[in-house]
């Protein structure tokens, strides 16, 4: 190393420069120096960052401060401290809500700020994250309804690089089956986890090594990298570098390196990630044929081309591959950061994300941390303003005594730093102490150790910084420019704009409030709505058990009389796809001769296999017609039809109707035998569909699935269950779930917003009383004289009362009016995500304006109470 | 003498300083102190501690040449004195001492597990 290749962040040398004696400074930042790009190499990304943080404030101590000459505007600064503390300690409760209130206002700001900067974080720890891209099928075959998938034909890839300079590279996954099983001493476990890619994967993907490395993980074939956490879960320990996996299938698989656990933000999720197992004949007819599907690819492009340009010559390279299909079929990019966040209408890429919106919640918490951290500094503004008044004799005694304008500015400011210092060490202890509860709740993991904290208190103290800076100008300028005479007459000029302002923020703040309350009502209430909905079936304790073996498919009618026999099962059906459980459930054309629509008009659906015991099983009813009596091997063209498709075909009389089912290129005629009544079989994302229930042999589909429903103890049946399926699938382990909990995965992201939203609400309703409590205590004790005046003439207390609670009731009033369309739109847009939704109503508006009012009353009410029992005498006596 | 005795981290940065001779400086001895001891610690506590021991005259230090690595920023590289050496030595033998008066009993009754 002769030259230094990384050179460390800036602002640890000119803070080290500022703080430490000139005789050590030299040596320490040589040390920094080569302790970064000592790291920076093994850690790449903000962890070097992190540590060299944590090493840089290591330096910050007496021991290495530089011996400064001692000035006067030292003394001065240091006075102006100790004048802070005072005032602090003076009125300790005005202090305690600017402290607390701006502490809340900052964790939670910075909790934002880091949970945002996740976000938009994906996939950019890759060194070329900024080159990589994912190819994309677009299907038109359809023209209204264009479909995108995150897969493509196989040799797609390499193609690209043989033609196209510009893309330098290919990396192209598969995942030949749901799950890979393997051996270990003499025990059975399946990864559904995995992928198979070659050599290139780790020259464009920069994943952690913990054993092994990049350069020779994949250097020969038959090789295989691990996630720490699936070394552990599987064998107990973490350096596999040379073991052998005995696979079923792929046979004996040598393990190369051990990953360090995969970032949280990276789309790219696996535990085991294989090179070149599979060396056969069938395999490499794939890889190489214009007819499959099923590669993720990812290209490299090259450092100074344009995506927009390889994309343009995208038709004629579709043309002159797959000829006439390339008018239906085409290709687009999608830059590799995009995939995370952009891939709501991307079907089957890996991990999909199909209809996961994350883009929305992003704008939601980004406002929602700035408007509660600004409405937290303008609380600070308010209540320092506001005591001004009671500070006039003190900024009158220094101006006259010859203080200059910028050093009481100084002074204001510098007190502005103490309070949000003393905020930010509060906040600091917050944020740290609610990470591990919001990971819980956001289902996300920051790291709660010393790097990422130091990562984590960038942003804090850039927050901090910027409200001392700004809160303390106002006051600041505010207070130094009155008049010195004026100020030690005791008048200061609170001025009628001021006054107004300030009322607007109160609106304004508790605008938010509203909206936030409304918001978590109509969240909870929607979620509350979702779980208790009746689908047309009965959902709960239905055991889902895969069938992962072609034996198991083949003996499935013995395999299931067994689980019949079972006690405590009460009924077993076999289906190809589970309602409400499975997404992609097959999607065929249906027609026929007996539908009112025109000729050849078509319509889509969506079918599943259903042997005889899925109705008495899941519970749902027919409308007219009949169902599968049996399971014999004759009934496999008929068919039963949902409302929807019946509907949707305009049949007048479905039952012995012949209808003919388009799925791909093959087709089948099946002839009705029943109507079902509607059920909901896909999330309540959407509307219910037409949908063919074909029979258990149908041709377009293959069985999957069975289903038990559970009537006794769930342990004693899922062990019964996993011995009666050991018996039939000798390869891998029995996989099973309880399907409502299934369910719910549908709702996650949205449990998630509420729970962010329930913190939210709690915390803008926090902080928006901490600030109207702050400025109704200034207002009482403005107004005491005058209260003592009107007792001591006969005023009732709860005339008072009245008086001294109007103007922050009709500030409510306003803020109620205003949130209420805000209010109305942004609960409208978040539930028309939504296919089954509730209607808020005007009940829950009225109700959200109710808390809010009451919320406020309370607040206020306490500091009204205390004055209106005050002794008139008390206040009057004051001078 | 109280103050002239070495604290256990004192003790273990002097061996090390030993060990690296004639290259003992900050990071080295931080790195060493990681592989060698398993001991991570920041690096301003390192320094610190090098210069304490140095004001208590067991070390001494001196500049080296500037070079192009680190930014062309001196090192500065430390090395025992014979007060340090005498101070090291004390301890080992404090040490050696104890550990050959301790009974045989001792041993044979630890309760393992």
Same mark, same amino acid.
């Given at each position: 190393?002769?030259?230094?290749?990384?050179?460390?962040?800036?602002?640890?040398?000119?803070?080290?420069?500022?703080?430490?004696?000139?005789?050590?400074?030299?040596?320490?930042?040589?040390?920094?120096?080569?302790?970064?790009?000592?790291?920076?190499?093994?850690?790449?990304?903000?962890?070097?960052?992190?540590?060299?943080?944590?090493?840089?404030?290591?330096?910050?101590?007496?021991?290495?401060?530089?011996?400064?000459?001692?000035?006067?505007?030292?003394?001065?600064?240091?006075?102006y401290i100790l004048i802070a503390w005072r005032s602090i300690i003076k009125n300790p409760?005005?202090?305690?809500?600017?402290?607390?209130?701006?502490?809340?206002?900052?964790?939670?700001?910075?909790?934002?700020?880091?949970?945002?900067?996740?976000?938009?974080?994906?996939?950019?720890f890759h060194a070329k994250s900024d080159q990589l891209y994912r190819i994309i099928t677009v299907d038109k075959r359809i023209p209204d309804d264009v479909r995108r998938y995150g897969q493509i034909v196989p040799p797609v890839g390499p193609a690209l690089v043989e033609d196209y300079p510009e893309v330098v590279?290919?990396?192209?996954?598969?995942?030949?089956?749901?799950?890979?099983?393997?051996?270990?001493?003499?025990?059975?476990?399946?990864?559904?986890?995995?992928?198979?890619?070659?050599?290139?994967?780790?020259?464009?993907?920069?994943?952690?090594?913990?054993?092994?490395?990049?350069?020779?993980a994949f250097a020969s074939p038959k090789s295989m990298v691990i996630t720490e956490k699936a070394a552990q879960k599987y064998f107990g320990r973490k350096d596999l570098v040379g073991e052998v996996l005995e696979t079923g299938g792929y046979g004996p698989v040598t393990i190369t390196g051990v990953l360090r656990d995969l970032p949280e933000n990276s789309h790219l999720k696996f535990s085991m990630l294989f090179s070149d197992i599979d060396a056969g004949e069938d395999w490499a007819n794939y890889l190489n044929s214009w007819q499959s599907f099923g590669a993720y690819t990812y290209i490299l492009l090259a450092k100074n081309s344009n995506i927009a340009d390889l994309s343009n010559k995208m038709p004629a390279f579709g043309e002159r591959y797959m000829g006439p299909m390339a008018q239906v079929m085409s290709i687009e990019y999608q830059a590799i950061r995009d995939i995370y966040l952009a891939s709501e209408r991307i079907e089957g890429g890996i991990n999909d994300k199909t209809g996961e919106v994350h883009y929305i919640y992003i704008y939601i918490f980004g406002s929602l941390g700035f408007f509660i951290l600004l409405f937290a500094s303008i609380n600070y503004i308010n209540i320092a303003t506001a005591k001004a008044t009671f500070r006039a004799k003190e900024i009158g005694v220094r101006k006259s005594i010859g203080a200059a304008r910028g050093q009481l500015m100084m002074q204001f400011v510098t007190e502005s730093f103490v309070v949000t210092g003393l905020a930010y060490?509060?906040?600091?202890?917050?944020?740290f102490g609610v990470l591990p509860y919001f990971n819980v709740m956001a289902d996300t993991s920051f790291a709660v150790d010393r790097p990422s904290l130091m990562i984590y208190l960038l942003p804090l103290t850039a927050i901090a910084m910027t409200i001392a800076l700004l809160s303390g100008t106002y006051p600041a300028l505010y207070l130094s420019r009155q008049k010195a005479a004026d100020t030690l007459k005791?008048?200061?000029?609170?001025?009628?704009?001021?006054?107004?302002?300030?009322?607007?923020?109160?609106?304004?703040?508790?605008?938010?409030?509203?909206?936030?309350?409304l918001s978590t009502i109509v969240i909870s209430r929607q979620l509350n709505y979702i779980s208790d909905k009746e689908l047309g079936f009965d959902e709960d304790r239905l055991l889902v058990i895969d069938i992962n073996s072609r034996n198991v498919r083949a003996q499935f009618q013995t395999m299931k009389n067994e689980l019949a026999a079972i006690p405590g099962v009460d009924a077993v059906g076999v289906s190809s796809r589970v309602p409400m459980e499975w997404k992609n459930i097959?999607?065929?054309?249906?027609?026929?001769?007996?539908?009112?629509?025109?000729?050849?008009?078509?319509?889509?659906?969506?079918?599943?296999?259903?042997?005889?015991?899925?109705?008495?099983?899941?519970?749902?009813?027919?409308?007219?017609?009949?169902?599968?009596?049996?399971? /014999?091997? !004759?009934?496999?063209?008929? $068919?039963?039809?949902?409302? &929807?498709?019946? #509907?949707?075909?305009? +049949?007048?009389? =479905?039952?012995?109707?012949?209808?003919?089912i388009l799925r791909g290129g093959s087709s089948y005629d099946g002839q009705v035998i029943g109507v079902v009544k509607d059920f909901n079989f896909q999330s309540l994302h959407q509307k219910i569909s037409p949908l063919i229930i074909g029979a258990w042999n149908n041709p377009a589909s293959m069985i999957d699935y069975f289903t038990l429903?559970? /009537?006794? !103890?769930?342990?004693?049946? $899922?062990?019964?269950?996993? &011995?009666?399926? #050991?018996?039939?699938? +000798?390869?891998? =382990?029995?996989?099973?779930h309880f399907l409502d909990q299934q369910m719910d995965k549908n709702y996650e992201a949205e449990q998630r917003a509420g729970l962010i939203f329930k913190l939210g609400a709690v915390l803008s309703i926090l902080v928006a009383c901490l600030g109207l409590f702050g400025l109704a205590s200034f207002t009482i004790q403005r107004k005491a004289k005058e209260l003592g005046i009107r007792k001591v003439l006969g005023a009732g207390d709860g005339q008072l009362f009245v008086l001294l609670s109007s103007s922050f009731a009709k500030q409510v009033a306003v803020a109620v009016l205003i949130a209420t369309p805000i209010g109305y739109y942004v609960t409208n847009e978040w539930l028309s995500a939504f296919e089954y939704h509730i209607d808020p109503g005007v009940g829950t508006f009225i109700l959200s304006g109710l808390i809010a009012a009451v919320i406020a009353l309370l607040t206020i009410s306490y500091r009204a109470y205390k004055a209106v029992h005050s002794n008139p005498v008390d206040s009057l006596k004051y001078e | 003498m109280k103050g002239r005795n070495l604290g256990e981290f004192e003790e273990l940065l002097m061996l090390m300083v030993a060990n690296l001779y004639p290259e003992a400086y900050g990071v080295a001895i931080r790195e060493e102190l990681k592989k060698s001891a398993s001991r991570t610690v920041a690096m301003g506590a390192v320094h610190v501690a090098l210069s304490r021991l140095e004001e208590k005259g067991y070390l001494k230090s001196a500049l080296a040449e500037a070079t192009h690595e680190r930014g062309g920023r001196r090192k500065r590289l430390f090395s025992i004195t014979a007060a340090g050496k005498k101070a090291v030595q004390d301890n080992m033998e404090l040490r050696n001492q104890l550990w050959s008066t301790v009974p045989e009993l001792t041993w044979k009754n630890i309760q393992f597990g």
């Open positions: 190393m002769d030259k230094q290749s990384h050179i460390p962040p800036r602002w640890g040398e000119r803070l080290l420069l500022w703080f430490c004696a000139e005789d050590r400074v030299e040596e320490i930042l040589g040390d920094l120096d080569e302790y970064y790009d000592l790291y920076a190499s093994q850690y790449p990304g903000w962890r070097a960052k992190g540590y060299y943080a944590y090493h840089v404030l290591s330096y910050l101590r007496l021991y290495n401060w530089k011996k400064r000459q001692n000035s006067n505007n030292w003394s001065m600064f240091r006075n409760g005005y202090a305690a809500i600017n402290i607390i209130g701006l502490a809340v206002g900052i964790a939670f700001s910075a909790l934002m700020y880091i949970y945002v900067s996740n976000e938009l974080s994906y996939d950019s590279g290919q990396v192209r996954l598969y995942q030949p089956n749901g799950q890979i099983v393997f051996d270990i001493n003499g025990e059975k476990h399946q990864e559904r986890e995995w992928f198979v890619t070659h050599n290139d994967f780790f020259k464009y993907f920069d994943f952690e090594f913990l054993y092994g490395n990049a350069q020779t060490l509060i906040a600091t202890a917050i944020l005791g008048e200061v000029a609170s001025g009628k704009s001021s006054a107004g302002l300030r009322k607007g923020l109160v609106v304004f703040q508790f605008v938010l409030t509203i909206v936030m309350i097959g999607e065929v054309f249906m027609k026929s001769d007996y539908s009112e629509l025109a000729a050849n008009d078509s319509v889509k659906s969506y079918l599943m296999g259903f042997d005889e015991g899925m109705k008495e099983t899941f519970k749902f009813e027919m409308d007219e017609g009949s169902y599968f009596e049996s399971n /014999s091997a !004759n009934d496999s063209t008929r $068919i039963i039809l949902n409302e &929807s498709a019946v #509907d949707a075909l305009k +049949l007048k009389d =479905p039952i012995g109707a012949r209808i003919s429903k559970v /009537s006794g !103890n769930v342990a004693s049946v $899922i062990d019964a269950a996993a &011995s009666v399926h #050991d018996k039939f699938d +000798l390869n891998s =382990p029995m996989e099973y | -």
